[in-house]
Every structure is written in structure tokens, then in C-alpha cells.
């Protein structure tokens, strides 16, 4: 498989950081919903900072994944697709790219505000992007939690748009990403 993207498929290097990315956005979410449910205690600050870790690896892959979207374009969406269609799934892929590069930094402008440190893994500890302030702190902790939810409500909408063009409309808009090739819909018409 060709690192570089080509004309009917993603190339390795976009499809290692989609699915990485998803891996860990599996992850996160898991890691949110946990901690969401306990009492302040050690346990619940523990999965908050690997929780913070994350999100900002997931930061990371994204920025690269968009540098790497530049220097290689994706393949084309299929000619056969309605003009409509096309434009909402650019829409809905500028808003996934949005909220995947604002959520990590709004729970970090949160963290900062509530004078909690940002740590990578213990590594290293980002500075604080704001002086502490307890009303930002709350503010940006909604907006985290709002922005959380709109993430997630968009991850569905991508995914049963990429299950419809697999299973309903069977073309290769899935397979594309996939990191077996298979047979394409293009293979099984050839006689």
C-alpha cells in the first residue's frame, strides 16, 4: 500500500492516523464518562489526566493528519454521488476537523482556568493558556461538555454515512479507508 494517498484510496500514513485517532477518540470518550460518574477522589483525577493526555495526543494526530490531508489530497468522492451530498460530507469533515481541534483546547483552557496542570503522560506539563479563574473554569468545563456531545452526535452521523455507502449504496467510500483492500464494488463488475 502506497503511503501517499491515490485517486480511489486513502495512502497508509492517513489511514495509520484515522484509525489511531479513532482508537483513542474510543478512548477519551470512555475516559470522560468514567470519571463523569465518580466522586472527587484519586481515582477520578487519575482517569482525568490520562484523560487530558489524550486529548492532547488526539491534537497532535489531528494537526498532523490535516498537515498530511495537504501535502496529499483525498481521493475524490464518487462522481456518482448527488452535488448535495457531496457538500454535506465536506461540511460534516470541516466539522469534524473543528470540534476534533477545539475540544482539546477548550478542556485545556478549562484546566488551566481551574489551576489544574495539563501533564502528557508525567512527561512533560503544558503551561497554563489562562491565569486561574473560577468562572471560566465552569464556563469552559459546559462548553467541553457541549462540544463532547456535538463530537459524538457527529462521529454517529459519520459512521452510518460510511455503512450506507458500503452496505446501501455498496461503492468504496468505505473501503477507501479500510486497511484491506477486498474486492471493490469495481472488481465484482468485471466479468
Known amino acids: 500500500m502506497p503511503l501517499r494517498n491515490t485517486d480511489t484510496r486513502y495512502g497508509a500514513v492517513a489511514q495509520v492516523l484515522h484509525w489511531l485517532i479513532v482508537l483513542l477518540l474510543i478512548a477519551q470518550f470512555s475516559l470522560g464518562f468514567m470519571a463523569h460518574d465518580l466522586p472527587l ?14 486529548g492532547m495526543t488526539i ?13 496529499t489530497p483525498p481521493p475524490p468522492l464518487p462522481a456518482s454521488m448527488p452535488a448535495r451530498e457531496q457538500q454535506l460530507a465536506r461540511i460534516s469533515h470541516r466539522l469534524l476537523y473543528l470540534l476534533l481541534l477545539t475540544l482539546p483546547v477548550v478542556g485545556w483552557v478549562s484546566s488551566s482556568a481551574a489551576n489544574l496542570s495539563v501533564s502528557w503522560f508525567g512527561w512533560f506539563t503544558f503551561p497554563d493558556l489562562v491565569a486561574p479563574d473560577k468562572q471560566l473554569a ?7 461538555g457541549v462540544l463532547a456531545g456535538l463530537l459524538l452526535g457527529l462521529i454517529c452521523l459519520h459512521v452510518a454515512a ?3 455507502h458500503h452496505f446501501v449504496l455498496r461503492d468504496d ?11 471493490s464494488s469495481r472488481d465484482e463488475e468485471r466479468p
Open 41 to 54: 477522589s484519586l481515582e477520578r483525577l487519575k482517569l482525568l489526566s490520562r484523560h487530558k493526555a489524550l
Open 162 to 164: 460510511a455503512l450506507r
Open 173 to 183: 467510500v468505505l473501503r477507501r479507508m479500510l486497511p484491506v483492500r477486498g474486492e
Open 138 to 144: 465552569d464556563t469552559a468545563k459546559a462548553i467541553h
Open 59 to 71: 491534537l497532535a494526530l489531528v494537526l498532523l493528519r490535516l498537515l498530511w490531508r495537504w501535502m
